[in-house]
């Protein structure tokens, strides 16, 4: 049976919400819906040469040429994007950043048990080096580290924030953080996340590394790689690229390597954005908006407050289509954002008649282990990370000093550890892949509602697979 302390979420209009509060919204990333976009930079369009070759203009691809240059000035970089800078998932997630390197403690105990507490301490020395940079280099992007706050929104969801803990908040203690009538209990970290505008973030990271003599190359997209001689050829439309070293930062867009491919699958993450909150909805709340929230649930969501006083709004409903297909009309998904809709107003009654001005979704590089994983090509000279599973925002720095670190023949402590030279289970091909993450949406689905792991479920973590995003 369902949890009764629960009900199942009703159409915003059937509690008297009014009109549809979707109907009106733009179909464009909050974060990208601003004349301060900058214009594009221009396209490759002769033969060069140079030490480092950065494929892509997301966050992996950024703190990847930025680091080079940092770790060694002088060095020749140059960074190219099929489209534009933060334009795919860096500009389209909920703009949480944390320390999380594993997709989260559990995650991360149940993997590499043995190196967990070195990994939490990396991945929190990773987030204090993104907040140096942001501060350093004057990055205006909104970065507040005020911490996580997880909430439960069931019954059986309270014992999965250990009340044994030092930490855990009673329903009183966590609506005193942030105010919702569906809140049973919660668990608040001071230091382990941040909110932050991705995009800004983004096209901050990319005038700083070029003000250190990184080129960056927009609407130029891979054709082909090829290793010869010691050097890698990087093929576009506009030119050739001879380099020293490559690094595939390519998301979950297919790229030159049969192995990262077959080991993510594009799964559509939904986001809603409302319109900016008054002063006094906002006092409704007692939000600080230094603070990022999720809840408990396989299927979970995420929120926050932006910079401009909105509610973002997104998570649950993580959608694979058959065949890894990504195509933009599968970014409006009317089913989706009505669902998330109707979350929203089961979470935030006091925000009744409230619209939705922005609506939207990304692509996920879901790995079956969630968290990112490495590997190399072409005898040393290439690299690449993919598979951060919606964690990359802050996981992706810590990503760019790892391949840096491989490139370079270094023996680090980030080299050493297991999670960097182990890789996934890659997925099977299709149609077993659609099949297996049906399963997997429906069990995960039903245990949300039961609080009991089935068979499926069960010998999927025997084996160590899963589908999150």
């Not at 179909?27 to 594009?40: F, G, N, S, V």
């Not at 149940?110 to 991945?123: F, K, Q, S, T, V």
């Not at 299927?299 to 649950?316: A, E, K, M, S």
């Not at 692509?363 to 040393?380: E, K, L, M, N, P």
Request: proline letters at 6%.
């Amino acid at each position: 049976m369902s949890d009764p302390s629960i009900s199942r979420p009703r159409l915003p209009r059937e509690r008297g919400w009014g009109p549809d509060p979707l109907e009106g919204s733009k179909l464009r990333p909050l974060w990208l819906d601003t004349p301060d976009r900058p214009a594009p930079r221009l396209p490759l369009t002769d033969d060069i040469e140079v030490d480092l070759l950065v494929v892509g203009g997301g966050f992996t691809g950024l703190w990847t040429a930025l680091r080079a240059v940092e770790r060694d000035p002088g060095r020749r970089v140059v960074l190219i994007e099929g489209d534009r800078i933060a334009e795919h998932a860096t500009g389209r997630n909920g703009g949480l950043c944390e320390a999380s390197i594993t997709h989260g403690e559990h995650n991360g105990r149940a993997r590499w048990p043995e190196e967990y507490d070195r990994l939490d301490e990396i991945g929190m020395r990773n987030l204090d080096d993104i907040e140096q940079t942001v501060g350093r280099y004057g990055i205006a992007c909104g970065f507040r580290r005020g911490g996580s706050l997880s909430v439960a929104t069931r019954s059986h969801e309270v014992l999965r924030l250990r009340p044994d803990r030092e930490g855990f908040l009673d329903a009183t203690a966590t609506r005193s953080i942030v105010d919702s009538p569906t809140y049973l209990a919660g668990r608040y970290s001071r230091d382990d996340c941040a909110v932050v505008d991705p995009a800004r973030l983004a096209w901050g990271l990319a005038d700083t590394a070029e003000a250190h003599g990184v080129r960056i190359y927009e609407h130029t997209r891979l054709d082909s790689l090829r290793y010869k001689g010691g050097r890698v050829r990087a093929t576009t439309a506009g030119g050739t690229v001879h380099a020293a070293n490559v690094v595939l930062a390519t998301n979950v867009f297919p790229g030159p390597l049969n192995r990262p491919r077959w080991s993510v699958v594009p799964v559509y993450d939904y986001v809603l954005a409302t319109e900016p909150l008054t002063d006094e909805q906002l006092r409704s709340l007692n939000w600080d908006p230094a603070i990022g929230v999720t809840d408990s649930g396989n299927q979970f969501h995420y929120y926050r407050i932006t910079p401009d006083r909105r509610v973002l709004w997104g998570g649950y409903d993580a959608v694979y289509h058959f065949g890894r297909f990504i195509r933009s009309e599968l970014q409006d998904r009317r089913t989706t954002f009505e669902k998330l809709a109707q979350h929203f107003a089961d979470t935030f009654p006091q925000l009744e008649g409230i619209r939705f001005t922005h609506r939207w979704a990304g692509v996920i590089d879901t790995s079956t282990r969630f968290a990112a994983f490495f590997g190399r090509a072409h005898r040393g000279r290439t690299a690449y990370a993919t598979g951060f599973t919606g964690l990359g925002v802050g996981a992706s720095r810590f990503a760019a000093d790892v391949m840096l670190d491989q490139l370079a023949g270094l023996d680090t402590e980030r080299t050493r550890l297991r999670m960097v030279r182990e890789k996934p289970m890659p997925f099977p091909p299709e149609p077993i892949t659609w099949l297996g993450i049906r399963i997997t949406r429906w069990s995960l689905e039903r245990e949300d509602r039961t609080g009991r792991r089935n068979v499926w479920l069960r010998l999927l973590d025997r084996l160590g697979l899963g589908f999150d995003s």
